[in-house]
T-cell receptor
């Protein structure tokens, strides 16, 4: 069966450290993978998109990797800040671009 | 440019009533997606629409749920004869083009439906 797995346990880290979140999938062949941030009571906000043929993407303090052999994406936040505390969702986009498959998200807590 | 608008933000219905959720996409966006999110769970795709067309409704329950995106006006997600299991947050997203390409999705604030 098709699955997208993100660590359901919250990730607690100290301010200034690098946070690394994982997204694993099975039985999908995505064209793209996206990462979103969601704050309580709000809709998700798009952060980064990485294509199937890209290994790594960066945007300011954010870095995403995409390994289609391992079927895994890693999302890094360097020099983390308490304001980075939120739930982070990964989403797979298939080649038909018709729908998006979201993971259940990982909650990140950055402590000052 | 206003973002994606959803209303109402909170909706309470009794079992058996109808729920109508509205979504106004961002200006210039003609692609709309609806998602459902249960507490502590991820977003579940429901339906993808373009103006006057349903492109993909593979995530929609076969009964009681319907969606439309008319030529004029907002997109509507309609739930007939609501049951307690329909209680969830419903999010709408819009994009300028197919949302999986360089045109990403922009999400609305969601409608929280509570069925008593």
């Amino acid at each position: 069966s098709q699955k997208i797995e993100q660590n359901s346990e919250a990730l607690n880290i100290q301010e200034g450290k690098t946070a690394t979140l994982t997204c694993n999938y099975t039985n999908y062949s995505p064209a793209y993978l996206q990462w979103y941030r969601q704050d309580p009571g709000r809709g998700p906000v798009f952060l980064l998109l990485i294509r199937e043929n890209e290994k790594e993407k960066r945007k300011e303090r954010l870095k995403v990797t995409f390994d289609t052999t391992l079927k895994q994406s890693l999302f890094h936040i360097t020099a983390s800040q308490p304001a980075d505390s939120a739930t982070y969702l990964c989403a797979l986009v298939l080649y038909n671009f018709n729908n998006f498959y979201f993971g259940s998200g990982t909650k990140l807590n950055v402590k000052p | 440019n206003a973002g994606v608008m959803q209303n109402p933000r909170h909706l309470v219905r009794r079992r058996g009533q109808e729920a109508r959720l509205r979504c106004s996409p961002m200006k210039g966006h003609s692609h709309v997606y609806w998602y459902r999110q249960l507490p502590e769970e991820g977003l579940k795709f429901m339906v993808y629409l373009q103006k006057e067309n349903i492109i993909d409704e593979s995530g929609m329950p076969k009964e009681r749920f319907s969606a439309e995106f008319p030529k004029e006006g907002p997109s509507i997600l309609r739930i007939q004869q609501v049951v307690r299991g329909d209680s969830a947050a419903y999010f709408c997203a819009s994009s300028q083009g197919p949302g999986g390409s360089t045109d990403t999705q922009y999400f609305g604030p969601g409608t929280r439906l509570t069925v008593l």
